[in-house]
């Protein structure tokens, strides 16, 4: 049982009223007041205008304070220097919302920004929430609510739509209206000054009317909020989401539009792929795919099927295919025996599968049940062009009557106009997605199965590598705070490969040589040959400047190549500081490839991590892949396949194929030590020389910088990495071992087996009612968790060598960020030994490092045993006002 959400106010209100109603023609107020009535709001309706006592037929007053009653939310519609004031009335009046619809702000330069902050200022003193300003307003059709000035109003449906364009919102309604889609919500952020991205999405996963929601996004204010709203929504619900400003002339528009920060679009993109989202580009493609979300959503992988009776129009399909990386489903031999069966002898023999101009209704039927049934095919798309044998309405109908015992997505494109009308017609109604044209069908299917991918990657939750050989963190650290001291941000290779090292990261070991003298020492003791590369925090790319020399295989040689390195990069920087030549043994990797190994920060997102071709290309081929981190072994592998160089690290050229285990584990030993090392700002592995027998970095640099005192552990994260560092152990009188840790996405097995040892009555405790087993939805939902929004911690036994769980407590954070709603179970045979009482000191202790205020929990009232824990631990009791088999418990966390 929860309590209503914080925004109630401001997404169901009892009482709204409208600063600025009028009845003057096309007046933002005017328009407001008039969607309000047509809308058929259920509450109570009042205007605010000093010059009239009535507008539209809606009592008006001169103020909101002179409203008889408490204002749930205010719509305001007036010049924008008179805002700050009607704030300051309404919290006199006890308004709890505002939607600030007016222009006028920080968009308009140094006056407009002053303004905006007195708005704000004004607004947090009251405890007022505030859309906007510069924004549409709010749809809540099933309500009868329309806080907007857009022309007509929007369907009652379950589409969530979240804009930061009030235009966008307006041309959206217009399409659905004719195409009888409908929504839940529509809410225009605007310049989202106060309520953002975050909070609007943590409203729609808790609306029960909202099952898909849309986003149109600018730019994104707070990357961890926005990235954790973002992943809890797309656990339970369909997210699409199209994001302008993918180009720098775009992003400066954008900024002077919303003010919030654009990035680069490319870690944009990784971001919300593992958020679980589906990225689209056009209002066409967003378009057809809200079609695809009414018809039977499907998403399996990304191995499509053409089926088509025209060669050309097939290879248009599969060109399009190719341009966005979906591969050509490769059939089985089943799959070949059975169309050859079927089809005609003169058949295409493989996909596309062309049917021929000739084709009759069976004909395509029978292909496309053996497609559609075939193993190694993900999804289906089916192309007709109007030739005499091939009766469209006819194939429609029997695609329709497939495509109802199919479970994989299937998509059509009736090429033509008038002959094809009414099987585009069938298919509409059969909710199937039909297409004119190949490309957008095909593009259709790549968001259906970049959802699957990306669901797959929602789930992965990176746990730390200590355990398999821990970092020495604190090493890593001094060497970085021993150059900040120094007032260096730019660590020279052997501190940078000293970190690297500390992190179990294999490294060519490094020396730095200041004389020609002391080079010839340093490279007979490590052993000819060496390399030799200048050691200079102002030289990035060495080679560039002559700064290498490779393969030094006699002392004569390191001398002359010292002098030589030194003149060139004195000649090409004449300005470098130079702190000697680093010399290091010589590589010798005949099958090796260079690859480069980076990370970066981005302005929104923080720190990314880059994967592609190392040496001196890394430059001149910037098409690298992009992750946010944590990584695990599968983020880390699909990283690697998502780089164009992944192609030759399979056997290439006579050259074996590549370790890469190996190759993983630098990914998540770098992905580790971004977690941990808030500090590092830049890392550039290049090049790291991977073969057959392993991968060893030859050359690294760290641009490093102090952060702030005060910063959490993960707050430079955008996504919480596992947190390790909250695993305990604690052994029970007895001598029994108990871990307590936080709950990871492989624990679901675990958490089923405990649910199901349960007994009837501590399943009832904990889920109030008497299920037997938890349903897979729950399993994910409990093991699955976002570690900034909600903690978990599992009690673990060994036994015969397995794991075994005996107790399991959790908080979730609600919306106000400030308190949160704990659970707890213990099975049957481990209660009355402590372990209750163990586990809730843990979760308390979290929520409190977590700067939480209250913890919050509902008892069932004859669970006696339970509430004197509870008050134990000294959580205050109080009735439920709407159920009496119900006590809430609060405990303070900041006493």
């Known amino acids: 049982m929860k ?17 600025g109603a009028s009845e003057r023609e096309n007046a933002i107020g005017t328009v407001v007041l008039r969607n309000m009535k047509d809308g058929g709001f259920k509450g109570r309706l009042f205007a605010i205008n ?66 905006e902050r007195s708005l704000l200022e004004t607004a947090r003193r009251h405890r007022i929430r505030l859309l906007g300003p510069n924004c549409l307003g709010i749809m809540r059709p099933e309500l009868g609510l329309n806080a907007t000035f857009a022309q007509g109003r929007a369907l009652p449906g379950s589409i969530g739509l979240i804009s930061q364009s009030g235009a966008l919102c307006t041309a959206i309604l217009d399409w659905a209206r004719p195409n009888n889609v409908g929504f839940s919500s529509v809410i225009s952020l605007g310049s989202s000054r ?39 929504a797309a656990r339970v619900k369909p997210v699409l989401l199209i994001k302008v400003g993918r180009h720098p002339e775009a992003s400066r528009a954008v900024l002077s539009h919303t003010g919030a920060n654009v990035g680069e679009d490319s870690v944009f993109d990784a971001a919300v792929r593992r958020a679980g989202v589906i990225r689209l580009y056009t209002l066409g493609q967003l378009f057809a795919a809200a079609n695809a979300l009414f018809s039977h959503f499907r998403p399996r992988g990304n191995r499509l099927a053409i089926i088509t009776n025209g060669g050309g ?13 979906i591969p050509l489903a490769e059939f089985s031999e089943g799959t070949l025996a059975k169309l050859n069966e079927v089809l005609p002898p003169t058949w295409s023999h493989g996909n596309p599968v062309d049917v021929l101009g000739d084709a009759d209704v069976e004909r395509y039927r029978a292909a496309i ?52 009308t009414d099987a585009r017609k069938r298919f509409e109604a059969a909710g199937i997605p039909t297409f004119r044209t190949p490309e957008p069908a095909v593009e259709l299917f790549s968001h259906i199965s970049a959802y699957y991918r990306n669901q797959k990657l929602l789930a992965q939750t990176p746990a730390s590598l200590t355990e398999l050989n821990p970092p020495s963190i604190e090493s890593a650290r001094l060497v970085i705070e021993t150059a900040l001291n120094e007032r260096r941000k730019v660590l020279n290779e052997m501190e940078s490969k000293a970190i690297l ?46 700064g290498v020399r490779l393969n030094l295989t006699s002392l004569a040689a390191v001398r002359t190549a010292y002098q030589e390195i030194l003149e060139g990069v004195r000649k090409a920087h004449p300005n470098a500081a130079i702190n000697g030549l680093a010399i290091e043994p010589m590589v010798r990797k005949p099958n090796g490839r260079e690859l480069m190994v980076g990370v970066r920060r981005d302005p929104v997102f923080g720190p990314v991590i880059t994967f592609g071709e190392g040496g001196t290309r890394v430059e001149a081929d910037k098409d690298q892949a992009i992750a946010l981190p944590p990584l695990n072994t599968y983020l880390a592998r699909d990283l690697i396949r998502s780089s164009r160089v992944y192609s030759y690290l ?56 102090n952060v702030s005192p005060t910063a959490d552990r993960y707050d430079h994260m955008a996504i919480h990495p596992y947190p390790q560092h909250l695993i305990s152990h604690w052994t029970v009188p007895d001598g029994t071992k108990i871990t307590i840790r936080p709950i990871r996405p492989e624990d679901a097995e675990l958490e089923e087996e405990f649910v199901r ?47 075994v769980e005996i107790g399991v407590t959790r908080y979730a954070v609600n919306p106000d960020g400030e308190s949160c709603e704990f659970a707890i179970v213990v099975a049957d045979d481990w209660q009355h030994r402590g372990l209750a009482r163990r586990l809730m000191g843990v979760l308390i202790e979290t929520a409190r490092d977590r700067g939480l205020a209250y913890m919050n929990g509902v008892f069932l009232s004859n669970n006696e045993r339970m509430l004197r824990f509870v008050q134990s631990l000294g959580f205050v009791l109080s009735n439920d006002p709407e159920d009496s088999s119900v006590k809430l418990g609060v405990l303070s966390l900041q006493d």
């Open 650 to 705: 399979d056997e290439f050229r006579n050259m074996p194929p590549v370790d890469m285990e190996a190759l993983e584990l630098v990914l998540l030993r770098v992905s580790e030590m971004v977690c941990e090392l808030p500090w590092m700002k830049e890392l550039e592995i290049n090049p790291l020389i991977i073969d057959e027998d392993g991968a060893v970095v030859v050359d690294a640099r760290i641009v490093a910088d």
């Open 369 to 420: 049940k053996t497609v559609l049934e075939g193993p190694n095919v993900d999804g289906v798309m089916v192309m007709l062009t109007p030739q005499a044998m091939s009766n469209p309405s006819d194939v429609a109908q029997a695609l329709i009557e497939e495509e109802r015992n199919a479970d994989k997505p299937v998509v059509t494109c009736f090429m033509g106009e008038e002959i094809v």
């Open 501 to 546: 090292a500390a992190f179990r990261i294999p490294i060519a070991q490094t020396v730095v040589a200041r004389s020609a003298t002391e080079a010839m020492v340093l490279a007979e003791e490590i052993g000819l040959p060496v390399a030799m590369k200048i050691d200079s925090p102002d030289v990035k790319h060495k080679s560039d400047v002559g």
């Open 313 to 325: 129009p097939g290879v248009m399909a599969a060109d399009r295919a190719s341009d966005l990386g």
């Open 50 to 115: 000093p010059k009239h006592d009535e507008v539209q037929g809606v009592p008006c007053y001169k103020s909101v304070e002179d409203v008889p009653q408490r204002l749930d939310l205010v719509v305001i519609a007036i010049a924008a220097e008179k805002i700050p004031s009607v704030i300051d009335a309404c919290g006199r009046a006890g308004a709890r919302a505002a939607i600030v619809m007016s222009a006028g702000f920080s968009e308009t330069g140094r006056r407009g920004a002053a303004l």
């Open 757 to 803: 040892k349960l007994s009837a009555e501590s399943k009832y405790y904990r889920f109030m009612n008497t299920m037997r087993e938890l349903p897979p939805a729950m399993v994910v939902r409990l093991t699955q968790i976002d570690y900034d929004r909600e903690m978990a911690f599992l009690a673990t036994v060994e036994e015969d060598g397995e794991e």
């Open 3 to 19: 309590e209503k959400h914080y925004l109630t106010p401001l997404f169901e209100p009892k009482s709204v009223a409208i600063v």
């Open 194 to 232: 106060d309520i953002d991205f975050g909070e609007a999405l943590e409203f729609m996963i808790s609306d029960p009317r909202t099952e898909s929601i849309f986003l149109y996004v600018e730019g994104v204010r707070d990357a961890r909020r926005f990235m954790s709203a973002l992943r809890s």
